[in-house]
């Protein structure tokens, strides 16, 4: 349902030390739902929290955030919407957390076949560059000899 029709009623949001009033376009899931900049600020969506430097560190949504993309075949969107008192600090990880990252990535880009670092991801199914892969698809179609 659009968000836009649902009449809208007060409704008080709870999130950890302060209850706020505000307007939403009533409930699902017995969350709030609010439109479109309708949420309290103290409210923010996962990757809004992220932007700030915050998570939402376990904690259940508070309400709902239901809006339409400006595009015809976009479908209506929910997002959870957390508050930013229970939030906690994003976590830095740490020297050996960063270096056990960067060595499972230069993993990914190491071709089985060749053995090379070829500089990008290569396919999970296959663990082969594009060169070796295409080697053995020419062999296998008897291109090559
Ligand atoms: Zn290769």
Redesign the pocket.
């Known amino acids: 349902m659009n968000p836009r029709r649902r009449p809208r009623q007060v409704v008080a949001v709870f999130d950890g030390r302060t209850h706020h009033v505000a307007w939403c376009r009533g409930f699902q899931d017995g969350l709030p739902v609010f439109g479109w900049g309708e949420a309290p600020s103290t409210l923010l969506t996962r990757s809004q929290l992220r932007e700030a430097g915050l998570r939402p560190a376990g904690q259940d949504p508070v309400a709902l955030l239901v809006f339409r993309h400006h595009r015809p075949y976009a479908r209506e969107t929910v997002a959870e919407l957390f508050s930013t008192v229970r939030a906690a600090l994003k976590r830095i990880p740490t020297p050996a957390q960063q270096a056990a990252l960067g060595r499972a990535l230069a993993a990914r880009r190491v071709?089985r076949?060749?053995g090379?670092d070829?500089g990008y991801c290569v396919p999970t199914s296959t663990r082969?560059?594009w060169?070796?892969f295409d080697l053995d698809h020419r062999t296998a179609l008897g291109e090559v000899a």
Do not use: L, N, T
């Open positions: 071709c076949e060749c090379r070829v082969q560059c060169d070796c």
